[in-house]
């Protein structure tokens, strides 16, 4: 069974994507991690999926083993760092 998420991005995301949100589609079974990696391989940029992003689902942050349901909401900010 095939579903839809909305991905908003933020930040350096929003630059590699050249939009503010998406609308993706993917299987049934998806995590997290799926679509990350999904990302990743879409726009060719390793930076979705090298602990760099920050994932909100739904108003709650989410894990890599998160399941997704159809009609989700995801954003996706940049991991912020300092030195």
């Given at each position: 069974?095939?579903?839809k998420?909305?991905?908003?991005?933020?930040?350096?995301?929003?630059?590699?994507?050249?939009?503010?949100?998406?609308?993706v589609d993917l299987d049934g079974d998806a995590t997290m991690a799926g679509l990350l990696n999904l990302l990743s391989e879409r726009f060719d940029n390793p930076a979705f999926k090298d602990d760099w992003a920050v994932a909100i689902v739904n108003q709650t942050k989410a894990a890599p083993e998160?399941?997704?349901?159809?009609?989700?909401?995801v954003l996706l900010l940049p991991v912020l760092g300092g030195g």
């Amino acid at each position: 069974m095939n579903m839809k998420v909305s991905v908003k991005f933020f930040s350096y995301f929003r630059q590699i994507v050249g939009a503010d949100q998406l609308s993706v589609d993917l299987d049934g079974d998806a995590t997290m991690a799926g679509l990350l990696n999904l990302l990743s391989e879409r726009f060719d940029n390793p930076a979705f999926k090298d602990d760099w992003a920050v994932a909100i689902v739904n108003q709650t942050k989410a894990a890599p083993e998160t399941v997704l349901k159809d009609g989700d909401s995801v954003l996706l900010l940049p991991v912020l760092g300092g030195g």
